[in-house]
């Protein structure tokens, strides 16, 4: 395939649809990055000349092959029976592209001996969610717990995942988004009540269940499907460094107080508006310790 002319545009819709997976192929083989800078067999490399030989010893190259291939098919079969298809070929591309790669990781995931869709919500599944939703206190607290008993279907069969411990810090932001409440991200106590949240998961999913489908289906997975994390991998990575999405989170609701401060809001006004905006929920519990603190950043 190195050497044939294919259709640049839906070689470039497949290379940066395919992202997620290529460096997860690249980090199995102790890479962090995909070191190739052009799309190939895209307008700039038409015969993929200068993709990195890493990423064809790593099989990034073949997933790009494995997926353009089963994408042009498609396309090809649905050119005579859909109009709408061909007059919006590029989107529909990008449709079926992201269709390809989640049945390439389902697949993957089946290989392994894992479920191929770990967060379907039907059978077993279905039956721990009504159990959640009559357990919790309330309808906000049944939503977070069945959002949070997806997260931890999903993340413990996740690629290349390097670590068998929660990601609580993460899961707390999700949290805050769910809610609408202020936490700490990254104490302790925090990090305790996701821990909490995540027992009473478990415990219920064990009540419905059974012991060994928690086993199977969860800790199991969670302890095994892990890969090693080298040393390059661990410097892009670091532990200690609190969770980008999060931080982005912050200094966006920050931003947003301070605007709406400079303004002329009450803060407590300006801290309902930002809270609104950026996590969609109105604020919650005790917030005169956390407004202190953001008046004490505000400049001028």
Known sequence: MSMQVLDPELASVVWWGTHTLRVRAHAARGASLCPTRFAPYGHADPLAQQANLRCWEDGCMGIVHSIYAATSDRLARRAGSDRQAVADRMRYARTVVASQVAELDRGRRVARGLPARPTRNDGIAGRINEALDAAAA?????????????????????????????????????????????????????????????????????????????????????MSVVGPLTDEFAQQLPSSDPDPAEQALLRQFMTRYAAYRRRGQHPAGAFRTASLEVFGQEPSGDLRDVIVDLESGLVG
């Open 138 to 222: 309330g309808p906000t607290e049944a939503r977070w717990l069945v959002q949070l008993f997806r997260m931890i279907r999903g993340y413990v069969c996740r690629d290349n995942r390097t670590s068998t411990t929660w990601p609580t810090d993460a899961w707390a932001a999700e949290k805050c988004r769910a809610d609408g409440g202020v936490r700490g991200l990254g104490t302790d106590a925090v990090r305790q009540e996701i821990l909490d949240d995540i027992h009473t998961v478990l415990s219920e999913a064990q009540r419905v269940a059974g012991r060994a489908w928690v086993n199977v289906s969860i800790l199991h997975p969670l």
